[in-house]
C-alpha cells in the first residue's frame, strides 16, 4: 500500500494531544465554547440575526468568529457546487472548521441554510454535550420569497435556477431546535435578545 493510500486509510495518522486545553482557553475568555448554529430558508435572515448577535456579543467583551456560507464559498469549500452531495460535503468541513474553534475556547456563530437534518445532527454528536446550539430561524416561504435579497427566489421559479431549498429541493426542519424564531413579525434587536437571554441562562456567558 503507497503513502497517501496509507494516508487515506489513518493508519499513519496520530491525534497529538495539546498541552493547553480547551477548558484553560475558553477560562482565559471567561466564557463557555458553543457553535451557533442558524438554519433556515434562504431570505429568512440568518446571517443578518448571526451578524447582530456577533456585533452584540463583542460588546459584551466575548470572543467569537461568524461562519458564513457564502464567505466559506468564496474560499475553503470554493470547489463545491449545489448537488446533495457537494451540499453535505460543504457542511461536513463547516463543522470540523467549527469543532477547532470551539477547542480554541470561542463562541462560534455559523449562518447555513443547511438542509439537511441528517449532516446538522452530525456536526452535534462531533461536540461535547451542549456545545451544539441549533438556531431555527423559521420564516414561512412566502416571507422569504418577498425579501429575496439575492434575486434567487425570482430565478429558481422562473426554472434557471435548479435544485433550489425551498422551491424543487427539499428543506428538513429541525425537530428539536433549541431556539426556535417563528415570528415575523419579531424584529432582530428582540429575536437577538432572545438569544442572549438563552446563552446567559445556560452559562454561556
Request: hydrophobic fraction near 35%.
Amino acid at each position: 500500500m503507497g503513502v497517501q493510500a496509507l494516508l487515506k486509510s489513518n493508519s499513519l495518522l496520530q491525534w497529538h494531544p495539546h498541552s493547553v486545553s480547551k477548558a484553560e482557553r475558553a477560562g482565559l475568555k471567561s466564557q463557555r465554547p458553543c457553535l451557533l448554529w442558524f438554519t433556515g430558508l434562504s431570505g429568512s435572515g440568518k446571517s443578518t440575526l448571526a451578524n447582530r448577535l456577533e456585533r452584540r456579543l463583542w460588546e459584551m467583551g466575548k470572543h467569537t468568529y461568524l461562519l458564513d456560507g457564502d464567505n466559506i464559498r468564496h474560499g475553503l469549500n470554493r470547489d463545491l457546487g449545489f448537488s446533495d452531495v457537494d451540499r453535505r460535503e460543504n457542511i461536513r468541513r463547516i463543522g470540523e472548521v467549527a469543532k477547532l474553534f470551539i477547542d480554541s475556547g470561542l463562541i462560534v456563530l455559523a449562518a447555513f441554510i443547511s438542509p439537511f437534518r441528517q449532516e446538522r445532527e452530525q456536526i452535534r454528536t462531533q461536540l461535547d454535550e451542549g456545545e451544539f446550539i441549533e438556531i431555527f430561524v423559521d420564516m414561512p416561504l412566502p416571507v422569504c420569497e418577498a425579501r429575496d435579497p439575492k434575486g434567487l427566489y425570482r430565478k429558481a421559479r422562473r426554472g434557471e435556477l435548479r435544485g433550489f431549498t425551498g422551491i424543487d429541493a427539499p428543506y428538513e426542519a429541525p425537530d428539536a431546535p433549541e431556539i426556535h424564531l417563528s415570528d415575523p413579525a419579531a424584529d432582530e434587536a428582540e429575536q437577538t435578545e432572545m438569544i442572549l437571554r438563552y446563552l446567559k441562562d445556560n452559562g454561556y456567558l
